[in-house]
């Protein structure tokens, strides 16, 4: 079965860390692109972050940049969301997706998603 799963969301106070893996199943993640995405009620979903399948390249949206860091160990067929310094704001499901292309440019065109962890940011 194909599949990605989330982990590694929860409940944590503003000024926290958190951090986010994707582990793929039923495909080698190598060679794609993976996009972080997370979606508040309410709100359009939003592209976090994306990771080149080598994981040479990374783009960060302007509401995260400096805080938060994509990596991936493409041996553990795994990505990472590394989230400091949490605002109340970045409540919101977070979802990965693997894109059809190796680059990080056009992660958001996918082909799998993850059902998606909760990442709630409150004291």
């Known amino acids: 079965q194909l599949q990605l799963v989330e982990s590694g969301g929860g409940l944590v106070q503003p000024g926290g860390s958190l951090r986010l893996s994707c582990a793929a199943s039923?495909?080698?993640?190598?060679?794609?692109?993976v996009g972080w995405f997370r979606q508040a009620p309410g709100k359009d979903r939003e592209r976090i972050s994306c990771i080149s399948s080598s994981g040479s390249a990374a783009t960060y949206a302007d509401s995260v940049k400096g805080r938060f860091t994509i990596s991936r160990n493409n041996a553990r067929n795994t990505v990472y969301l590394q989230m400091n310094s949490l605002k109340p704001e970045a409540s919101a499901v977070y979802y990965c997706?693997?894109?059809?292309?190796?680059?990080?440019?056009?992660?958001?065109?996918?082909?799998?998603w993850g059902q998606g962890t909760q990442v709630t940011v409150s004291s």
């Open positions: 039923g495909f080698a993640l190598d060679h794609s692109a």
């Open positions: 997706a693997a894109a059809y292309s190796a680059y990080s440019a056009l992660c958001t065109v996918t082909k799998y």
